[in-house]
């Protein structure tokens, strides 16, 4: 399963027109194959940063998302609304019991722990 979240600094003057901006996004996102969960969250602690979880099946189906007519439009839109930079995670989450034949993850053995 793949996890991003990020987090949407918008206008205050334009919030509304970002909210609803990102409700049309989340409902057409959320009818994508492999999208698990797609949510905007307002933050808390300033209502003018705006939360995004998402959960994808795979790296397939967030690459695809990424390919979308409804991701286009989003993104030709998002400058009217934003005030800085949108900042993104993305995580993997992986079975610990899954085997996996890449190089990258092969199991190595576990080292000695340092102390400081």
């Known amino acids: 399963m793949i996890i991003v979240h990020g987090t949407f600094p918008v206008k205050p003057q334009h919030r509304d027109q970002a909210v609803e901006l990102m409700k049309q996004m989340s409902l057409a996102t959320r009818a994508e194959p492999g999208c698990i969960s797609y949510e905007f969250f307002v933050g808390l602690s300033d209502p003018d940063t705006m939360l995004l979880y998402q959960e994808w099946e795979s790296v397939e189906a967030l690459q695809d998302h990424f390919e979308s007519s409804h991701m286009e439009e989003f993104l030709g839109h998002l400058p009217e609304v934003l005030n800085g930079e949108v900042l993104t995670k993305r995580y993997e989450v ?10 990258r993850y092969r199991k190595t053995q576990p080292t000695e722990k340092i102390i400081h």
Do not use: I, K, Q, S
Not at 95 to 102: A, M
């Open 94 to 103: 992986r079975d610990p019991n899954e085997v996996v034949d890449e190089p």
